[in-house]
């Protein structure tokens, strides 16, 4: 006997199918046998010959049942000799969901989300609580105490700003007043913002062998940290980024320096694809991007592998060619241009005239030799040419950027300008490429949304789509949006989210851990107007958040992974809190917020004696600001950050990697930077007691001070306590 009453298809069935039966009888043709499918009812139910793989209902007339009870070893399903053989247990469950009527259920990511009530019981200091205690009853694992206060006040402070606590916050007595102060600091904004830039492949060059800049692209990372720090509403922040170019007058936010539409600067993320040097085909070129914007739409908002549908109908998820022809037509009819967020110059003078003509020409010469030159491989058709397509080589950059820099000595107001979306001159449905080849086009698919999703209203007649585009993805009827979103904020305060694959909600994703806890988080997203700091306050005063980070064995032994929250995750700082982290300690950092990208530090190894396409080295602390502000360019990373894990740029990243490797350790003792920020901090570091609480938020153990004290009498001791320091476990580790 199972135990079971109900038997629920995807918490029960699909597993069994997906790893015992898919691989012959799922969405793979080449593998499929006897053209059954056992992933879509229709194919499972249908007559072939007189014999159902499943009778709904009627579990002694299905041949799914007879061949997986089968004694006669040439009629057993699956076949005897495959590894994956069903367990009795897993028979029984197949024959009780078929005598319960072999009901198929949608995923769960596409299933609205469940308004169940809150788990009873007095179990912590919030609903999220309740949640994950349900669940470590059902497991029989039991919750850890809470961890020290001076482990959670230095949690909080790297989890909420990505720095270190001064000392003063050390001596804090509440902890629901420092998170509120935390949650109002500009630093805020600053730590939130990088994994977001992650998520939407954010870089300031364009990749390839010149790694040409992206002309202001350090705009849009300063548009981020702005919205994160006002709380911007998430559903607006969505449309600001699909269409803020779109939006009325009296919808446009306003920024600081004098800028009025700092909204537009969102459409930027649709531009951050790498682009090819001087490509000779520009068609594909201009496929690519599209589908390079569809594939951050997808992952970023809906945690959908959309550009999995560009040659063929999605393998798992419910996402067809179709589908995806539906939404490339939005983005064909979109090109990259540049709006204003503030006020012009009242009066201009003829010189700034002359100037500002000569530019336009300039790219619209461009843009025209791209256009001809791409005419015959689109068969006469109409292509939209961005400016970045037809701004491509070092010099054509170069030209761009000294007419830039004239315009902005002539008229201060051309400060106020980004790179932004704009509706192509002409908006249209787009051709169904077949096997994703744009030389062989197939029917017009008109632009839509995902079928599976339902649009909520009709396509407009006129403009690219955008605007509605945002609203489906925003509509509270869409049940992706707000569980993506409230699964990447929980992610960053434990590790990993509910759904441990936050860029992929699919069936070849994680199912969540607490599906009940996350459909909560989503209605909280938008009961809230959508405010992540809202949410992000009820996790972070949650016990389960505030749980110390040593698991008891009986966890280790039945829980490893830590998927039920016994004990929180103890979790090594990213590259940005490692090195943000050494110049707050050494009191080098600079708290400046936003601003034009610092140049990185290219040391001599990285340029492997090339001489061209290499660029100029910025300093070696980078003026102390923080890492965010760092330029990133495709060819060149920082090098302390990229040992650390900093993630490429080439795609759309949801979770960065974890590694624990050689070079890390060889990079702590040997690193330039490292050697630098220790030597500065040493000339005015006093005593070991300063050191810890600076670098670790404690004072140190007994055997610790007798360990550190006796350096500091030593010729540059202080220097070398700055550099042991850095290198304690407990620098580099939240507890």
């Known amino acids: 006997s199972t135990g079971m009453t109900q038997v629920r298809f995807n918490r029960d069935v699909l597993p069994i199918l997906s790893a015992k039966c898919f691989s012959c009888h799922g969405a793979d043709r080449a593998r499929r046998k006897a053209n059954l499918r056992l992933d879509k009812r229709d194919s499972a139910v249908a007559n072939r010959d007189g014999r159902h793989a499943i009778v709904p209902g009627e579990p002694g007339n299905s041949e799914l049942v007879r061949r997986i009870f089968a004694s006669d070893r040439a009629l057993l399903m699956p ?32 299933q609205p989300a469940e308004r169940g009530s809150v788990p009873p019981g007095n179990w912590g200091y919030n609903e999220v609580d309740r949640f994950i205690a349900a669940r470590l009853a059902k497991e029989n694992l039991s919750a850890r105490g809470p961890a020290t206060r001076a482990q959670l ?29 935390l949650l109002r600091s500009p630093h805020f904004g600053e730590h939130w913002a990088r994994h977001w830039l992650d998520v939407v492949r954010f870089c300031e060059t364009k990749g390839h062998v010149p790694d040409a800049d992206r002309f202001y692209a350090w705009k849009y990372r300063d548009y981020v940290v702005d919205a994160f720090n006002s709380d911007l509403p998430f559903n607006q922040f969505v449309t600001e980024h699909l269409a803020g170019d779109l939006l009325a007058p009296e919808q446009q936010r306003a920024g600081a320096n004098g800028v009025t539409n700092i909204s537009v600067t969102a459409t930027g993320a649709l531009f951050m694809h790498d682009m090819h040097f001087m490509v000779v085909d520009p068609v594909r070129q201009r496929w690519d991007q599209i589908n390079s914007q569809i594939e951050m739409v997808g992952k970023a908002f809906l945690g959908l592998t959309l550009d999995c549908a560009r040659c063929h109908d999605h393998k798992f998820d419910a996402v067809s060619q179709r589908d995806y022809y539906a939404l490339a037509g939005v983005f064909y009819s979109t090109e990259q241009g540049v709006s204003r967020t503030g006020p012009r110059a009242a009066n201009l003078s003829e010189e700034t005239v002359a100037v500002e003509k000569k530019y336009r020409e300039y790219l619209n010469g461009q843009i025209e030799q791209r256009r001809k030159a791409q005419t015959p491989k689109a068969d006469g058709k109409y292509f939209p040419i961005s400016e970045e397509l037809g701004i491509q080589s070092p010099n054509q950059v170069k030209d761009v950027q000294n007419l830039i820099d004239q315009l902005e000595e002539l008229d201060p107001s051309w400060q106020h300008w980004v ?33 599976a999703l339902e649009a909520e209203s009709d396509f407009p007649e006129s403009g690219s789509g955008r605007m509605w585009l945002a609203e489906q993805i925003t509509s509270e009827k869409n049940p992706l949006t707000a569980r993506v979103w409230g699964n990447r904020l929980w992610q960053q ?35 809230s107007d959508w405010s992540m700091k809202t949410v992000i306050k009820e996790i972070v005063m949650s016990n389960a958040y505030q749980r110390s980070s040593e698991a008891s064995p009986k966890s280790q032994e039945n829980d490893p992974a830590n998927k039920w929250l016994s004990h929180q995750n103890r979790r090594r700082l990213n590259a940005e809190q490692i090195r943000d982290g050494m110049l707050a300690a050494a009191g080098m950092l600079d708290a400046r917020i936003g601003g034009e990208s610092i140049p990185v530090f290219v040391p001599p190894y990285a340029t492997a004696n090339k001489t061209v396409h290499v660029p100029k080295s910025g300093p070696l602390d980078g003026n ?12 060149f990373y920082d090098p302390l950050l990229l040992v650390f894990d900093f993630p490429d ?71 070398h306590v700055a550099h042991l320091i850095f290198n304690h476990p407990d620098f580099l580790w939240i507890k």
């Open 419 to 451: 790179r932004s979306a704009k509706e192509a001159d002409i908006t249209t449905n787009v051709s169904l490429l077949v096997r994703g080849d744009h030389r062989n086009e197939g029917e017009v698919i008109p632009r839509g949304f995902l079928t």
């Open 79 to 110: 076949p005897a000799e495959e590894a994956a053989v069903l367990s009795a247990a897993e028979k029984q469950i197949l024959r009780m969901w078929i005598a319960q009527g072999a009901v198929y259920e949608r995923h769960w990511a596409f």
């Open 649 to 719: 740029r080439g795609k759309s990243v949801g979770k960065r990697l974890v590694t624990t490797t050689p070079a890390q350790a060889l990079a702590m003792l040997n690193s330039e930077f490292v050697h630098h920020v220790s030597r500065s901090w040493g000339k005015s570091l006093a005593n070991v007691d300063d050191a810890f609480l600076a670098a670790i938020g404690r004072m140190p153990s007994e055997k610790e001070r007798e360990q550190f004290e006796p350096l500091f009498v030593l010729e540059d001791g202080p220097y």
């Open 153 to 181: 006040i230095r949690r909080v402070s790297f989890d909420l700003t990505g720095l270190p606590p001064s000392k003063e916050d050390l001596e804090c007595t509440s902890i629901d007043d420092y998170v509120d102060q």
């Open 624 to 635: 102390g600001r923080r890492s965010l502000y760092l330029k990133i360019r495709r060819n």
């Open 493 to 527: 305060l434990f590790g990993h989210g509910i759904v441990r694959t936050p860029n992929n909600f699919g069936k070849l994703g994680s199912a969540p851990t607490h599906p009940a806890l996350l459909d909560y988080l989503a209605r909280r997203l938008v009961e």
